[in-house]
């Protein structure tokens, strides 16, 4: 079974950084393009950033493009997003997903239950 | 404001059929598949259609996908008070060069 472990999760001072990382098992992480998406409590989904199997392939959001950076190390089975300057529009659930494929897709077929991240003074 | 615009709520009484909607553009759902995630409160989202209508192993045959041109639906037949849940589209965009949703539609049971 896939399983999604966020962690890194807490409250934040405006301009501060925090890295949120996930811990991945129930499947070969090293094959799998992995992505995190956000939500604002009660609302909608955003997409953050995407990575290939590989690491050959990074993409982010414009809303985070220069401060946010995401990173995996496939041995540790592990996903990492390194958040910087981050506002109150930041916060909200961070999910780690899977993708379906090695390379970026649409498919995201599983996901971690989330942690949250919270800005404020 | 989302990318992909979705009616905010849908409602229908049990054994009904309910359709959601999906609006896009051609940069989104008019070049690039369409997947659908269905998330009950306090869980994460979870894939329900992928492929514009593929259904993943698990998923009812009362849970259907279409899309046409830049637009995309959910269709739930034959309602049940389980499907009461809140449904999201999603595709990748060419222009923003990412993946996009659409707000959300939450389905109530009558």
């Known amino acids: 079974e896939v399983q999604l472990v966020e962690s890194g999760g807490g409250l934040v001072q405006p301009g501060r950084s925090l890295r949120v990382s996930c811990a991945a098992s129930g499947f070969t992480f090293g094959d799998y393009a992995m992505h995190w998406v956000r939500q604002t409590p009660g609302k909608g989904l955003e997409w953050v950033s995407g990575i290939s199997w590989k690491s050959d392939n990074i993409v982010y959001a414009d809303s985070v493009k220069g401060r946010f950076t995401m990173s995996r190390d496939n041995a540790r089975r592990s996903l990492y997003l390194e958040m910087t300057n981050l506002g109150p529009d930041d916060t909200a659930f961070y999910f780690c997903?899977?993708?379906?494929?090695?390379?970026?897709?649409?498919?995201?077929?599983?996901w971690g239950q989330g942690t949250l991240v919270t800005v404020s003074p | 404001q989302s990318v992909l615009i979705q009616p905010p709520s849908a409602s229908g009484t049990p054994g009904q059929r309910v359709t959601i909607s999906c609006s896009g553009s051609t940069s989104n759902i008019g070049g690039n598949i369409v997947n659908w995630y269905q998330q009950f409160p306090g869980m994460a989202p979870k894939l329900l259609i992928f492929?514009?209508?593929q259904r993943p192993s698990g998923v009812p045959d009362r849970f259907s996908g279409s899309k046409s041109g830049t637009s995309a639906s959910l269709a739930i037949s034959g309602l049940q008070s389980d499907d009461e849940s809140v449904y999201f589209c999603?595709?990748?965009?060419?222009?923003?060069?990412?993946?996009?949703f659409g707000g959300g539609t939450k389905v109530t049971v009558l």
């Open positions: 997903v899977k993708d379906t494929g090695q390379q970026l897709t649409n498919y995201l077929d599983s």
């Open positions: 999603s595709t990748w965009d060419d222009n923003l060069h990412g993946l996009v």
């Open positions: 492929s514009n209508h």
